[in-house]
C-alpha cells in the first residue's frame, strides 16, 4: 500500500487533490448507487475482516454526503457495518500488537484502518446526535405527523447511542500508539475522538438519570484519551468553554474531572482546570453570568467529590474568593422578600421561599444562635459604647480648616462677577452713583498711606476672605497705581480681566501660608488652633481604629439582630402552613421549624410542638416527617457515654413537656411509645434515668419530676411492667405523706398509672383490678380525703383523675367511694365542729361562709338557718368529689360493667357449645334460662344494656344511695347565686348538678331549666364555659331533651366574654358535624363570628363553614335565613360587615341550579324587605353569586320584585355589577341581552319607574297610531265574520300596557325561606305570589311566611 490515510480537518478535504501518498476518495456514490455498494462492503466485511474498510471507504463517505436525501435504513445499514468493522479491529489487533511482529506495511494497512473506522463512526454519531436533537425541537413543538414521522429515528439512535461508545472504547483500550511512528498519535485522531464526545455531552438531557450509562461511557472514553492520547491540555480547554456556554453542565464536568483524577490519576487536571478559572479577571467574569454561576457550581460540587485534591491547589482561586463579599445587610433584605412570598398564592412558590429561608438560616454567616432577645442586651451595651467613644473623639478633634484653593474655587465665579462689572466702561458712572455708601470704606482702604506692598496685598486678600469683593478689585487697582513696580502687582501691565482674576487669585491663595506666620492679623485665631491639630490628630490616631473596629462591631450585631427577626416573623407565618392540604409545603414547613429550633431561634418551640399533631395525620409522608424530625431533635442525643446520651435525650424531652398542653401530650405519647417499642440500647438507661429523676435520687425542680412520671408512662405503653413492677415506688414517693406538698405531682403520677389500665381494659381477657385493701387505694384516698379541707389549688386535678383510676383499677370501686365520701364528707363537718363558736347549737345544717356578703349574712342569721358555717372552698371541693364519683359511677356501669357482662356471656356460651350434646334437652335448658333472664324476644345485648339503665335510672338516685344525698345540696347552691355566691362554690356546684343529670333522662328534665337559667344569668364566664360544655355532652346522652333549648346554647355565641364564645362555639361546631344537633337558622350566630375580634374565636367560625360546606346543600338552605336575621334592623350590623359575611358565604355556592334558585329567592326578598337598607343587603347578597346565563333569565323575570326600588343607589349599584360580571367574555347575542338590561336599570335608576313605563306607553300608542293610519281598514262584514277565528293584527288597549302572566304558564317554584328546607325544586302556589308591590303586600307577605 502506497498511500496513507490522514484525517481531514473538514470532511470535504477528502474529495480534494492532497500531498503525495495522501487517501482521496475516487468517487462519491450517488442515492441510487449506495444500496448495491453497501451489499459489496457487507460481503467484503465477511471476507476479509475489518481490513475491507480500506476497499470500501467511499461507500461510506458517499453516505455522510448525501445524508439528507438518504433514508434511514441505509444510514442504519452503514452504521451497523461501521460498528463491526470497529469490532473487528478490536478483536484482531491485540494478538496482532502483543507479538510484535507486524511489518511495516502491515503497521500501515491496520493505523488505516483504525483511521478510517474511527473517523467514519465518530462523523456518523456527530451526525445521529445533530439529527436527534433537531428531531427532539420538532416534536417538542409540533403535532401529530411530524412527531409519529420523526419519532422512529430518534427512539433508535437513543438505543444504538451507547453501544457505538463501547465499541470505541474497546478500541482506544488497547496499546494502538504503537501503529503510529515513534507512538506518536496525531492530533487530528485524538480531536476526531474527542469533539465526538464533547458533542455527546452537549446534549441538554446528558445530566438526567436516564442519560447515566451515556454519561458515564463518554466521561470513561474521554480518560482514555487524557490518559493514553496526551489529551489532558485539550481536556482542560474544553471544560472551561463547556461551563461558559453550558451552565447545565457544571455537575456534569465535575463528575467527569473528579473520575479522571480519581480513576485514571490524572490528578494534575483538577489544578490546571482551576488554575484556569483562577487567572479570569473579574472584568472577564463580570460578562459571563451564567459562566460565573456554573465555575462556582462547579467548585462546590467537585469540593465534595475530590477535596484531598483540591486542597493544595485551592490558592490558585483565592484572587475570586477575597473579592468583595455580599454585604450582611443584604442578607437581611434578601430575606425579607423571602418572607413576602410566603403570602404567595402559587404553591411551589411557597415552598420554595421556605426552602430558601431554611438555606439561610442553616448557612447565615451570623451566629449558632439567633435569638433576637438574647441580641437585645448585647447590641445595646456595644451601641452605648460606641457613642461614648464618638462623644469622646468629638470632644478632642480640631476645628475644620478649608484651605484657601478650595475657598477661592468657591469664590472664584462671583469674584468674576465683579471684576467684568467694575472693568465695564460704564462702571465709573456707577461709582459716582453709589460714592456716598461707599465713601467710608474707601476711606478706610486709603486710610493708611505710607503702608507697603506686602501690607496691600494682605489687606487684599483680608477682603476677599470677608466677601467684600468690590472693594478688594479697587483696593488691587489702586495699590498697582501705588506700586506697579512691586511683585504682588507686577501682573497688572494690562489691566484686563484675566489678569485681574489672576492676581487676585495668587495673592489670595499665595498669602495663606504668609499670614500664618508673618500676617497674624489675618486669622490669629485659627492660627492658634491650627498649631495644635497636628499634637491633636497624632494622640487620636488610636481611637480612630478603635472606633472604626467598634462601629464595625455595633453593624454586625444590628445585621444579625434584623436577620433574627425576619426569622422570627417568618417562624408565625410557616407555623400556619403545617395544616395546609399541600404534603409539600407541610414537610418543608416541619424542616423550616426543625432548623430554626436547632438554632435556638425565639418562639422556635412553638412550630416544634405545632407540628406534634401532625403525628396523627393520615398522611403517611406528614407522619413520618413529623417521626423524623423528633427523632432527629430529641430521640438520637450526643454523647461520649450511653449514660450520658440518656441524660440529655431525658433534659431534651423534659423540657419538651414543660407547660405543655394536654394535646401535645398526648402527640408526644406516640412519639415515645414508638422510641420505646424499636429495639434501642438506650432505653434501659433512659428508663432508670427518668426513676432517678422522679425519685429524687438526682436533685431535679419540681417540673422535671412531673416530666419524669408522664415520660414513665408512656414508656409503659410499651412495655408495661415498667410501672407495674414499681407501683410501691410510685406510691411512696409521690402518694405517701408527702402528698400534700404536691399535688400536681400526684396527678402526674395517676395519669402514668391509668395508661397502664388503659392497655389492660383494650385487652379481651379477664379484667385486672386490685382488691380495695391495695396500698394504691389506701394512699388515693387518704390524699382526696384529707385534700377536701384543704385550700390546694391543685387538689381538684389530682382528685378527678384520683377517682377516675379508682374506678378503672379497684374491685367495687363504688364502695370504695361511698367510703370516700363518708369519710370526706365527716372531716368537713368536724372542720366545721372545731371553727363553730361556743354560743351555736349543735344542729349540723350547711350555709354560707363569712366570706359571703353582708347581706346574705344576715339573711343566714334567720332561725331556720341557724347553723355551722364551713369554709366555701372545701364544701365547693366536697361537691367536686360527688359530681366526679357521680359521672364515673355512669361511665363504670356502661363501659366496665357492660364489658364484663358480654365477656361472661361470650364464656358461656363457648362453654355451652362445647358441652355435651343432647339437642333436646339443649333446646330446653336454652329457653328455661331464656325464660328466667327476660330475654325471650330480644337480644341478650339489648337486655343487659335495658339492664344498666335501669339501675341509672332507678337506684343511682334512689333514697338509700349516698349520691342522692347531695342532690339537694347541690340545687341549693346552684338556685341561690346570691346567697351562695363564691366563685369556686358556684364553678363545682353547677358542674357537679351536671353530671348528675348525666346518670338519667329523669335527673336531666328535673333540672335541665336551672342549668339553662345558670347559662343565662350567671356572672362568671367559668360557670357559663362549664355549662356550655356540659351542655354539649347532655346533648349527645339526651338528644330529645335538649332540643327544645337549642336557641338558648346558641345565644352564647353572642357572649360578651372571648372564652365564653371560644367554648360555645368549639362545642357547638363538635354538635352540629357529627349531626348531633340540627342546623337551624340560629347558625347566622356562628356567622356573625367570622369578624370576631378574637383571631382564633374567627378561624374557627370560618373552619365550621368550611366544613359545613362538605355537606348537600348545608349552606345553600341556611342563606335565606342568615341573610333575613343579618339584615333584620334589629342587629343593626353595619354595611361592611354584612358584606364580609355574606362574601365568605356565598363563595360556598358553586352548583349553577343553586345560584339560579337563589337569585329567584333572593329577588322575593325585595317584596317582604321595610327598609332601603334591607334592599341594599339583598342587592349586595345578589351581586356576591356567580350568575350565569339561567340565573340572569331569573332576573329578567323577577323585574317586578326590585324595579320599584332602583332609584336606591344602595339596590342600583350592585345589581349594575351583575351585568358588568355577566358581560365579560359573553356570547355577543347574550351581551346584547345584558347591554339593554342595564340600560331597563340605568333608566329606571334616573327617571324613575312610573315616568320610564308611561315614556313606554307613548312609545307604544305612538307606534300603534302610526300603523293605524298607514294600514287599509277592512270591511265591516269581513271583521264580523273573522271575529274568533283569525288572531287580530291590531293591538288592542290590553296590549299596550305591561302583559299578565297567563294561567296557563309553567307553574313556578316555591320560594320556602325556611333554613329547614331540604328540597330545591318544590311548586309555589299561584294565591301565594305578591301581585303588587306596595307595603300592604309586602307586610302581608312577610307575616305569611313568618307563620
Not at 32 to 61: C, M, V, W
Not at 125 to 149: F, H, P, V, W
Not at 733 to 752: F, K, M, N, P
Not at 1248 to 1270: A, D, F, R, Y
Amino acid at each position: 500500500m502506497s498511500w496513507e490515510f490522514n484525517i481531514p480537518i473538514s470532511g470535504d478535504d477528502l474529495v480534494k487533490a492532497g500531498g503525495v501518498d495522501q487517501y482521496v476518495v475516487q468517487d462519491v456514490l450517488t442515492p441510487k448507487e449506495l444500496p448495491s455498494h453497501l451489499n459489496r462492503f457487507k460481503q467484503a466485511l465477511r471476507s476479509q475482516g475489518p481490513l475491507s474498510i480500506l476497499e470500501h471507504f467511499d461507500t461510506a463517505y458517499s453516505v455522510l454526503q448525501h445524508w439528507r436525501t438518504l433514508d434511514m435504513a441505509v444510514k442504519e445499514e452503514t452504521l451497523e457495518l461501521l460498528r463491526q468493522v470497529v469490532r473487528g479491529l478490536s478483536v484482531s489487533l491485540p494478538s496482532m500488537l502483543d507479538a510484535g511482529v507486524l511489518s511495516a506495511e502491515d503497521r500501515k494497512l491496520q493505523l488505516n484502518a483504525v483511521k478510517m473506522s474511527v473517523f467514519l463512526l465518530c462523523k456518523f454519531t456527530e451526525t445521529l446526535e445533530s439529527d436527534s436533537y433537531r428531531q427532539s425541537i420538532i416534536t417538542a413543538t409540533g403535532k401529530g405527523a411530524k412527531k409519529n414521522r420523526g419519532g422512529e429515528g430518534l427512539v433508535q439512535w437513543d438505543s444504538e447511542r451507547e453501544v457505538v461508545l463501547q465499541c470505541l472504547s474497546q478500541l482506544l483500550q488497547l496499546d494502538v500508539r504503537s501503529l503510529w511512528s515513534l507512538s506518536l498519535v496525531e492530533e487530528e485522531f485524538v480531536s476526531c475522538v474527542t469533539c465526538c464526545c464533547y458533542k455527546l455531552l452537549e446534549n441538554p438531557t446528558i445530566s438526567h438519570v436516564k442519560s447515566k450509562p451515556t454519561r458515564d461511557l463518554i466521561i470513561h472514553l474521554l480518560g482514555v484519551m487524557i490518559k493514553k492520547y496526551n489529551h489532558m491540555l485539550g481536556a482542560r480547554v474544553k471544560v472551561i468553554q463547556l461551563l461558559q456556554h453550558f451552565e447545565q453542565l457544571a455537575g456534569v464536568c465535575a463528575q467527569a474531572v473528579a473520575t479522571w483524577s480519581s480513576e485514571f490519576g490524572v490528578k494534575a487536571i483538577v489544578g490546571e482546570i482551576m488554575r484556569e478559572i483562577g487567572q479570569k479577571s473579574s472584568e472577564e467574569l463580570s460578562r459571563e453570568g451564567s459562566g460565573v454561576k456554573a465555575f462556582s457550581s462547579f467548585l462546590s460540587e467537585l469540593s465534595t467529590l475530590v477535596p484531598e485534591i483540591m486542597i493544595p491547589n485551592i490558592s490558585v482561586i483565592l484572587t475570586h474568593l477575597e473579592g468583595e463579599a455580599l454585604p450582611l445587610c443584604r442578607y437581611t433584605e434578601v430575606m425579607e422578600f423571602a418572607v413576602g412570598r410566603l403570602a404567595d398564592k402559587s404553591v411551589n412558590v411557597c415552598k420554595s421561599a421556605i426552602q430558601l429561608l431554611a438555606a439561610f438560616i442553616a448557612h447565615n454567616p451570623y451566629s449558632c444562635k439567633l435569638s433576637s432577645a438574647d441580641l437585645k442586651k448585647p447590641l445595646e451595651k456595644e451601641t452605648a459604647k460606641l457613642k461614648e467613644m464618638k462623644d469622646k473623639m468629638t470632644e478632642k478633634s480640631p476645628v475644620a480648616v478649608i484651605s484657601a484653593v478650595e475657598l477661592w474655587s468657591a469664590m472664584e465665579p462671583e469674584v468674576l462677577q465683579t471684576v467684568m462689572a467694575h472693568l465695564e466702561p460704564s462702571s465709573d458712572d456707577d461709582d459716582d452713583a453709589d460714592g456716598e455708601v461707599v465713601g467710608d470704606e474707601e476711606e478706610e482702604v486709603n486710610a493708611e498711606d505710607e503702608r507697603s506692598d506686602r501690607d496691600a496685598a494682605i489687606q487684599i486678600a483680608q477682603l476677599l476672605r470677608h466677601n467684600k469683593y468690590r472693594q478688594a478689585v479697587r483696593a488691587l487697582i489702586q495699590a498697582h497705581d501705588q506700586f506697579p513696580e512691586s511683585k504682588f502687582f507686577s501682573g497688572l501691565s494690562d489691566l484686563n480681566t484675566q489678569a485681574v482674576m489672576y492676581t487676585l487669585g495668587h495673592l489670595f491663595k499665595g498669602s495663606e501660608h504668609e499670614q500664618a506666620q508673618e500676617a497674624r492679623p489675618l486669622a490669629a485665631s485659627a492660627g492658634d488652633e491650627s498649631q495644635g491639630v497636628s499634637a491633636e490628630r497624632a494622640g487620636a490616631g488610636a481611637d480612630e481604629g478603635e472606633l472604626k473596629k467598634q462601629e464595625m462591631l455595633v453593624q454586625y450585631l444590628r445585621d444579625t439582630e434584623g436577620f433574627a427577626l425576619q426569622v422570627e416573623s417568618a417562624i408565625a407565618i410557616i407555623n400556619n402552613m403545617l395544616y395546609w392540604k399541600t404534603t409539600t409545603v407541610v414537610q418543608e414547613a416541619i424542616q423550616f421549624c426543625v432548623t430554626v429550633y436547632e438554632f435556638s431561634v425565639a418562639n422556635s418551640l412553638s412550630g416544634v410542638r405545632k407540628m406534634l399533631p401532625l403525628v396523627w395525620s393520615s398522611d403517611v409522608a406528614v407522619k413520618d416527617a413529623v417521626v423524623q424530625a423528633y427523632r432527629r431533635l430529641y430521640l438520637n442525643p450526643q454523647g461520649d457515654t450511653t449514660r450520658a446520651r440518656a441524660q440529655t435525650l431525658v433534659d431534651s424531652l423534659s423540657e419538651l413537656m414543660v407547660d405543655a398542653s394536654l394535646g401535645t401530650i398526648q402527640c408526644l405519647e406516640e412519639i415515645v411509645h414508638e422510641f420505646f417499642g424499636s429495639e434501642s440500647v438506650l432505653q434501659a438507661s433512659v428508663v432508670q434515668a427518668l426513676w432517678e429523676r422522679f425519685s429524687g435520687k438526682r436533685e431535679t425542680a419540681a417540673l422535671h419530676r412531673r416530666a419524669a412520671v408522664l415520660l414513665l408512662g408512656m414508656a409503659a405503653r410499651a412495655e408495661r411492667e415498667v410501672v407495674l413492677s414499681n407501683l410501691d415506688t410510685l406510691c411512696s414517693v409521690a402518694l405517701g405523706e408527702s402528698v400534700t406538698e404536691d399535688y400536681l405531682l400526684a396527678r402526674d403520677t395517676v395519669i402514668t398509672i391509668c395508661n397502664v389500665t388503659d392497655q389492660i381494659r383494650m385487652s379481651k381477657g379477664a379484667p385486672f383490678r386490685l382488691p380495695q385493701d391495695h396500698q394504691l387505694f389506701s394512699c388515693l384516698t387518704q390524699a382526696i380525703a384529707d385534700g377536701v379541707v384543704l385550700t390546694c389549688p391543685y387538689w381538684q386535678t389530682f382528685m378527678e383523675q384520683a377517682v377516675r383510676l379508682i374506678y378503672f383499677l379497684a374491685e367495687s370501686p363504688d364502695q370504695l367511694c361511698g367510703r370516700l365520701l363518708q369519710r370526706s364528707s365527716r372531716l368537713l363537718l368536724e372542720q366545721a365542729a372545731e371553727a363553730r363558736p361556743t354560743n351555736q347549737p349543735d344542729d349540723a345544717s350547711i350555709v354560707q361562709s363569712q366570706e359571703d356578703s353582708p347581706q346574705s349574712q344576715a339573711s343566714s342569721q334567720d332561725p331556720e338557718d341557724q347553723g355551722e358555717q364551713v369554709s366555701c372552698v372545701s364544701l365547693a371541693q366536697l361537691l367536686a368529689l360527688c359530681g366526679g364519683v357521680a359521672f364515673w359511677q355512669v361511665s363504670h356501669l356502661e363501659r366496665s360493667v357492660s364489658a364484663e357482662l358480654r365477656r361472661r356471656r361470650g364464656e358461656r356460651e363457648e362453654k355451652e357449645e362445647k358441652g355435651p350434646s343432647n339437642k333436646a334437652k339443649q333446646e330446653a335448658n336454652d329457653s328455661c334460662v331464656e325464660e328466667e333472664l327476660g330475654l325471650i324476644g330480644a337480644s341478650a345485648e339489648d337486655t343487659e344494656a335495658e339492664l344498666i339503665r335501669k339501675i341509672c335510672e332507678t337506684e343511682l338516685l334512689a333514697e338509700e344511695n349516698l349520691l342522692c344525698v347531695f342532690v339537694p345540696l347541690l340545687v341549693k347552691v346552684c338556685s341561690a347565686p346570691g346567697r351562695y355566691s363564691h366563685p369556686q362554690l358556684t364553678t363545682a356546684a353547677c358542674l357537679a348538678l351536671s353530671q348528675y343529670m348525666m346518670i338519667s333522662p329523669t335527673a336531666c328534665k328535673e333540672h335541665i331549666r336551672l342549668l339553662f337559667t345558670i347559662l343565662e344569668k350567671s356572672p362568671l364566664p367559668i360557670v357559663r364555659s362549664n355549662t356550655i360544655v356540659a351542655l354539649g355532652d347532655l346533648t349527645v346522652r339526651f338528644p330529645n331533651i335538649l332540643e327544645p333549648w337549642t336557641p338558648n346554647l346558641y345565644a352564647r355565641l353572642s357572649d360578651e366574654n372571648a372564652s365564653v364564645r371560644l367554648t360555645a362555639i368549639t362545642v357547638l361546631t363538635q354538635l352540629v358535624l357529627k349531626d348531633v344537633m340540627k342546623v337551624k337558622g340560629q347558625v347566622s350566630e356562628v356567622a356573625v363570628l367570622l369578624l370576631d375580634p378574637e383571631p382564633h374565636i374567627a378561624s374557627l367560625a370560618l373552619n365550621f363553614f368550611n366544613e359545613l360546606a362538605s355537606k348537600d346543600n348545608a349552606i345553600y338552605n341556611l342563606l335565606p335565613d342568615i341573610i333575613s336575621r343579618l339584615s333584620d334592623p334589629e342587629r343593626g350590623m353595619t354595611e361592611d360587615d354584612f358584606h364580609t359575611i355574606m362574601k365568605q358565604l356565598f363563595s360556598y355556592i358553586t352548583k349553577e341550579r343553586q345560584t339560579e334558585s337563589l337569585v329567584e329567592k333572593l329577588c322575593q326578598r325585595f317584596r317582604t324587605a321595610k327598609t332601603e337598607r334591607q334592599w341594599a343587603d339583598v342587592a349586595v347578597s345578589l351581586s356576591l353569586l356567580s350568575v350565569c346565563e339561567r340565573g340572569f333569565k331569573r332576573l329578567q323575570e323577577c323585574w317586578e320584585c326590585y324595579s320599584d326600588k332602583l332609584t336606591e343607589t344602595g339596590v342600583y349599584q350592585p345589581l349594575l355589577s351583575i351585568t358588568a360580571k355577566l358581560r365579560r367574555g359573553a356570547k355577543p347575542q347574550f351581551k346584547a341581552q345584558v347591554d339593554e338590561f342595564e340600560k331597563k336599570l340605568t333608566a329606571v335608576h334616573t327617571k324613575g319607574l312610573e315616568n320610564v313605563e308611561n315614556e313606554e306607553l307613548e312609545s307604544q300608542s305612538e307606534e300603534h297610531n302610526q300603523s293605524q293610519l298607514t294600514k287599509t281598514p277592512a270591511p265591516p262584514r269581513s271583521t264580523r265574520k273573522t271575529r274568533g277565528r283569525v288572531k287580530s293584527t291590531v293591538p288592542e288597549e290590553s296590549d299596550l300596557v305591561t302583559p299578565k302572566q297567563k294561567a296557563g304558564r309553567r307553574p313556578q317554584k316555591v320560594i320556602i325561606f325556611s333554613s329547614d328546607e331540604e328540597e330545591e325544586d318544590a311548586i309555589m302556589e299561584e294565591s301565594e305570589t305578591p301581585k303588587v308591590t306596595t307595603p300592604i303586600a309586602r307586610s302581608s307577605r312577610r307575616t305569611r311566611l313568618r307563620h
